[in-house]
């Protein structure tokens, strides 16, 4: 039997603010990404896959420089076989059913069509909806785009990207994205045609960054720029998590810490970091490990799409030794985790001190462990080192059974406590 793999969940502290503003809010449900019930795999194989995986979206983070509506998500562990979390929308008119990738990280929406080569066996026939249109070059979304290939494409906007370990070529299109009831019209995004690689999420990827092609420049209007969602654990056997698009709706009361903008990579979240405690210590991180950089896009982010929290090398030892130092057990290593028990550990609290906001993460919420074996780690890395200004990432481990509320509106990201498994 398959060793299986147990992420324990986070909980959050939980506060809340009064919000008067009045619109509509859509819920889309989500789930967890692959099954480790179901697969096949080793936990040990599995691990180091995720591992992987989050070191090549580290990768690719580094390099980039109201209406109230309720959507569906779920693990793509358990439907698609991928570490993302995945929401159940609709595209085209009549509506074709996908399970797209949710990515705060990313702008543009990217969908496989038809015809693609390279793609998985899920895509999008264009051909069943009338309403589809590819963009030419002098649509203002084209410009939108980095380094669009109209000069070999005149009359059709199309463009070339890497997605962590994988490359795509894609042209721009539009069609109707239907999102639980509400239907957005004419909603551009990446229709994709060669891909290559494995990192491109196989039905596709619905951006949440804060670019002018993501969900939420396109829909500013209709959801106010405010968003939320609540991540099931790996054992969630359905889409019983959610993103939540809109005002209305979203935690009432919550405590929350500053939305910062870098212009080094003006789609991702920022917030302050400005230090960390292991039990009752406050672990001394040189400050210029978490400091917040405009100029060079250093800084901590919050990321849906990576699996485990990675920190800057100066960080992430300084919080490691004293874990092991509090753990005070013989360490082992297992793949890219370095601060592994073979017997049972009590693990110490750890809490990420934000500007305004303390995160306190209990003892079982800091480690993974192997259900088949006595196999226990801390569930945390070193951010590789190969990259420019190297990014913290507060990953979807630790943001899991807890409502994440982005208000770009108003400057701010909110922790709340929320099961959703």
Not at 85 to 101: D, F, I, K, S
Not at 304 to 333: D, H, I, Q
Not at 363 to 384: F, R
């Amino acid at each position: 039997m398959a060793a299986r793999l147990l992420l324990l969940l986070i909980p959050f502290a939980s506060l809340f603010c009064a919000v008067t503003v009045q619109a509509t809010t859509t819920d889309l449900t989500v789930t967890h990404a692959v099954d480790p019930a179901r697969s096949t795999r080793s936990w040990e194989d599995t691990l180091f896959d995720m591992f992987a995986k989050d070191n090549a979206r580290l990768l690719y983070l580094a390099s980039l420089a109201t209406k109230r509506t309720s959507v569906p998500v779920a693990s793509g562990r358990q439907t698609t076989q991928t570490a993302n979390y995945v929401v159940r929308v609709a595209l085209g008119n009549p509506p074709q059913t996908l399970l797209m990738a949710m990515d705060t990280s990313n702008d543009a929406a990217w969908v496989p069509c038809s015809g693609c080569v390279g793609c998985s066996s899920t895509v999008f026939d264009t051909a069943k909806s009338p309403e589809y249109k590819s963009l030419p070059c002098t649509a203002p979304q084209c410009r939108q785009l980095p380094n669009p290939t109209c000069a070999t494409t005149p009359t059709t906007c199309s463009f070339n990207l890497t997605y962590g370990s994988s490359t795509f070529s894609a042209e721009l299109a539009q069609d109707t994205l239907k999102l639980g009831p509400d239907a957005v019209p004419a909603y551009a995004f990446a229709c994709l045609r060669r891909v290559t690689g494995t990192s491109v999420p196989p039905q596709g990827l619905l951006g949440l960054g804060r670019g002018p092609l993501s969900l939420l420049s396109q829909t500013a209007a209709t959801y106010h720029s405010t968003f939320s969602y609540c991540l099931p654990s790996v054992k969630s056997s359905n889409f019983s998590g959610s993103l939540r698009l809109g005002v209305t709706g979203q935690p009432v009361r919550i405590k929350t810490t500053p939305l910062l903008r870098n212009p080094r990579r003006s789609s991702l979240y920022y917030v302050n970091l400005v230090g960390i405690r292991v039990g009752r210590r406050v672990v001394d991180i040189p400050a210029a490990a978490l400091a917040f950089d405009p100029s060079t896009g250093a800084g901590t982010v919050i990321d849906s799409g990576t699996v485990f929290t990675r920190l800057v090398a100066p960080a992430y030892e300084a919080v490691r030794n004293e874990f092991r130092r509090r753990v005070n057990k013989p360490v082992t290593s297992l793949g890219g985790f370095d601060t592994c028990y073979s017997d049972p550990i009590v693990a110490p609290t750890m809490t990420l001190m934000f500007a305004g906001m303390n995160v306190t993460l209990p003892p079982d919420n800091l480690v993974i462990h192997s259900t088949a074996g006595s196999t226990t780690c801390l569930a945390m890395a070193a951010a590789p080192a190969n990259v420019n200004s190297v990014v913290n990432v507060i990953a979807n481990m630790q943001q899991q059974n807890h409502r994440i509320l982005f208000d770009v509106a108003n400057n701010k990201v909110g922790v709340a406590r929320e099961t959703c498994s």
